[in-house]
């Protein structure tokens, strides 16, 4: 069975860029068994 891959877009670069900067900070401030989703979606 083929798999198929999905094409990177700059709207994806970009959410899953702000998603990493957003646990970056957090990670900084509390520690990682802390942290929620929720907290990340903020």
Same mark, same amino acid.
């Given at each position: 069975?083929?798999?198929?891959?999905?094409? #990177? /877009?700059?709207?994806?670069?970009?959410?899953?860029?702000v998603i =990493?900067?957003?646990?970056?900070?957090? #990670? /900084?401030?509390?520690?990682?068994?802390?942290?929620?989703?929720? =907290?990340?979606c903020r």
């Amino acid at each position: 069975m083929m798999t198929q891959e999905r094409k #990177i /877009d700059r709207r994806t670069l970009y959410t899953l860029n702000v998603i =990493q900067e957003a646990f970056l900070k957090l #990670i /900084d401030q509390q520690p990682f068994a802390k942290i929620t989703v929720s =907290q990340v979606c903020r």
